[in-house]
């Protein structure tokens, strides 16, 4: 007697006991055509699960572009935020001044004459000079510098 | 159910064919569309008869597919058989029966060396000689492949010390 498919299926998936195990084994060894339906039936198998593990690869192929273009917008999205950090902190602190008056104006009529212009910043750069004067250099100071080692 | 069976088509039609195709060393490939046919008419028939029988359509795809095939390979060997009852040549047969005869001296001999061995490696040699390669037999015999073929290695070193060939 030959071997049921039932059988082979069993044997194939694991889900025959040990002692039919052991009889279906040595009936498969003994019988050339139960071998052979045997070889078929476990490359039928293999084949059906490769077949369905090369579905999945491909499945997860199809996943991989749409991963990527979360990737991609990622990306976009932490450039954009980079710009908009960029910008605000380059933002000019103080605010734009207008012209209330025309600067033409004033070059066209000036107020004072050269040499006018030449004394006032003689006087800056006196008052400037002389404005440093008497800082650090008290009583105090020059004891202190004396009494330095 | 139509769109469900369509799509069940649609899916795996190509993969059926196929596996049709290279069942049996190819042996349906004259009747894999017609097989095909009968494993499509088989679960179009389940499904008319209640979709919610078809739980995982994949496996029940695959036990339709290989018990049709099966099927298909049994009508194929009944073919076969009748076609080798058939009276043929006297002389061919005579050469026959003594190719039969050395065959089975050397066959006892051989099975005489067998039962000498430990019981596991009696298999795997009783395997060997059936025609399963390392990757069948482990798989027969619920050990790793690698251990196969250290062991008939060994076996067939024995063997051959021991006067076999």
């Known amino acids: ?149 | 159910m139509t769109d469900n069976f369509e799509a069940l088509v649609a899916q795996y039609h190509r993969l059926v064919m196929s596996l049709l195709y290279r069942y049996y060393g190819g042996r349906l490939q004259q009747d894999a569309e017609d097989v095909a046919q009968e494993v499509w008419v088989k679960i179009w028939r389940q499904l008319k008869k209640n979709e919610s029988n078809i739980v995982d359509p994949k496996s029940y795809i695959y036990r339709t597919v290989q018990s049709c095939a099966w099927d298909a390979v049994h009508r194929l060997n009944q073919r076969a058989d009748v076609t080798a009852a058939l009276p043929s040549d006297p002389s061919a047969e005579a050469t026959e029966q003594v190719d039969s005869r050395d065959q089975r001296d050397r066959r006892l001999a051989m099975d005489q060396m067998i039962a000498s061995l430990p019981a596991d490696e009696a298999r795997m040699v009783r395997a060997y000689l059936q025609g399963f390669n390392y990757a069948e037999t482990a798989r027969l015999l619920g050990c790793s492949e690698g251990r196969v073929r250290n062991l008939l290695t060994r076996i067939k070193k024995k063997l051959v010390i021991e006067g076999g060939n």
């Open chain 1, 1 to 149: 007697m030959h071997l049921e498919l039932e059988q082979f299926n069993r044997l194939l998936e694991d889900r025959a006991t040990t002692a039919e195990c052991a009889a279906w084994t040595d009936h498969i060894l003994d019988c050339k055509a139960c071998a052979q339906r045997y070889k078929f039936l476990a490359a039928f198998q293999a084949s059906w699960q490769a077949a369905f593990a090369a579905e999945a690869q491909d499945q997860v192929i199809e996943m991989k572009p749409s991963a990527s273009r979360l990737r991609r917008v990622g990306t976009w999205l932490a450039a954009a935020a980079a710009i908009v950090v960029f910008a605000v902190a380059t933002w000019p602190s103080q605010p734009s001044t207008t012209e209330t008056t025309d600067v033409a104006q004033h070059l066209a009529a000036p107020d004072f004459q050269t040499g006018q212009v030449l004394a006032m910043v003689a006087d800056i750069n006196f008052k400037s000079a002389v404005q440093a004067w008497g800082q650090e250099t008290t009583a105090l100071d020059l004891v202190q510098i004396k009494n330095k080692p």
